[in-house]
């Protein structure tokens, strides 16, 4: 299924993001694709509040994972884009991929995508030529996350 959308600024952005993830159940996997700056930290500080988070989400960019408390549920947000090997990180996919209560956002999943599970949600973030603040998004799921998407729906 695909689901394609525009949202007009970093405000709405984070606002479907909400939308989304106040319907996380645990064992979601999404794959984040956007440009540098494309909103991939936005859309993730979205969906850890919809969850019900109060942590502080900014960019793995440096520390290559980090991970928030949201009600029952852990976020754990991994960012591969300094990585060519995703060398032991790869192990710590692994264990939250098992966890039935983990929610798990990747950036830059190129290093990693042929060990995510077929139901990974991806989630391409594109800007648009009429402005630096619109972002185009196209999201494939399988039927099975399509309660994710009840909301956000065109």
């Known amino acids: 299924m695909q689901i394609e959308l525009t949202t007009e600024s970093a405000q709405?952005?984070?606002?479907?993001?909400?939308?989304i993830g106040s319907h996380l159940k645990g064992g979601e996997i999404f794959e984040l694709i956007s440009d540098l700056?494309?909103?991939k930290t936005t859309f993730a500080r979205g969906l850890c509040?919809?969850?019900?988070?109060?942590?502080l989400v900014n960019s793995p960019t440096f520390t290559i994972t980090k991970q928030y408390s949201a009600d029952d549920l852990t976020i754990y947000h991994f960012d591969f884009y300094r990585l060519n090997q995703p060398g032991l990180v790869v192990e710590s996919l692994l264990e939250a991929i098992q966890d039935s209560k983990a929610v798990i956002l990747i950036e830059w999943a190129q290093t990693v995508r042929s060990i995510l599970p077929k139901n990974t949600i991806m989630i391409n973030?594109?800007?648009?030529?009429?402005?630096?603040?619109?972002?185009?998004?196209t999201i494939k799921y399988r039927q099975d996350r399509s309660y994710l998407f009840k909301d956000v729906q065109k």
């Open 49 to 55: 509040a919809g969850a019900g988070s109060k942590d």
């Open 37 to 39: 700056g494309g909103g």
């Open 125 to 137: 973030i594109e800007g648009t030529k009429d402005s630096t603040k619109k972002r185009r998004f």
């Open 12 to 19: 709405q952005t984070e606002a479907l993001a909400v939308k």
